[in-house]
C-alpha cells in the first residue's frame, strides 16, 4: 500500500492528539481535535432529534430562538470551527477561542451558571457553552465562506494535503509560525 502524503497526515494526526491531549477533555484547550470529538459527541447525542436550545446568559437569546425545538440535524468540525445544522439551512456556528468550554451533562442538567451562552437540551444529554470566541447563526454560505479560508483540516476525511504542501512552500515564516496559520492548517 503506498505511503503518500495523505496517509503520511493521518498517521500522524492521532499522535498529535495524543499529545496534546491530557485525557480530560473539559480542561484541554480547545484545539481541533477537541473539535472533533465535541462534534462526534454532539451527533451521538443529539443527531435526529428536537433540541431545546435557550440562552441563560441572554447574549445568544436571539440566535437560541431561531433553533429552540427544531431537529439538530448534525454536527460538523472543521479545524478550530464546529457546525451545527438544524431543520430549516440553520447552522449554529461555535469557535471556542483560547477558554470556551462545552461540558455534559444527563438530563436533567444542574441549574446553568451566569457564564453559559448557550445550553442545548435533547434525547437524555445537555451541553453548555461558555467563554466562547463566536456563537452565532447563519446560514450555509456563510458557512462555506469560513471553510473556505481555512486550509485542510488533517483530521478530516477529505483532506487535501497537497494545498497545505502547497500552502507551506510560500511562507517565509518559521515553520512553527507557518503550522500554526489557519489558513495553512486547520484545527493546530
Excluded at 472533533?36 to 440566535?63: I, K
Excluded at 483560547?98 to 444542574?110: A, D, E, Q, S, V
Excluded at 465562506?145 to 507551506?168: S, T
Aim: charged share 25%.
Amino acid at each position: 500500500m503506498p505511503y503518500g502524503r495523505t496517509a503520511r497526515l493521518r498517521a500522524f494526526a492521532p499522535q498529535a492528539m495524543r499529545w496534546a491531549h491530557d485525557g480530560d477533555p473539559d480542561r484541554d484547550m480547545p484545539e481541533g481535535h477537541t473539535i472533533h470529538r465535541l462534534a462526534r459527541d454532539h451527533r451521538r447525542w443529539f443527531g435526529g432529534h428536537e433540541v431545546a436550545v435557550s440562552s441563560p446568559q441572554q447574549r445568544f437569546a436571539d440566535g437560541a430562538a431561531l433553533v429552540d425545538g427544531l431537529v439538530f440535524e448534525t454536527a460538523e468540525a472543521w479545524g478550530k470551527h464546529l457546525f451545527h445544522r438544524y431543520d430549516g439551512a440553520r447552522i449554529v456556528h461555535v469557535h471556542l477561542g483560547l477558554f470556551g468550554k462545552m461540558p455534559h451533562h444527563r438530563t436533567p442538567p444542574p441549574p446553568p451558571r451566569d457564564t453559559v451562552r448557550m445550553r442545548i437540551v435533547g434525547n437524555g444529554h445537555a451541553v453548555d457553552l461558555t467563554g466562547p470566541n463566536v456563537c452565532e447563526v447563519i446560514g450555509p454560505a456563510e458557512r462555506n465562506a469560513i471553510v473556505d479560508r481555512l486550509g485542510p483540516d488533517v483530521l478530516r476525511d477529505d483532506a487535501d494535503p497537497q494545498r497545505a504542501w502547497e500552502a507551506l512552500q510560500r511562507r517565509t515564516v518559521p515553520i512553527a509560525r507557518a503550522l500554526l496559520d489557519q489558513q495553512v492548517l486547520a484545527g493546530v
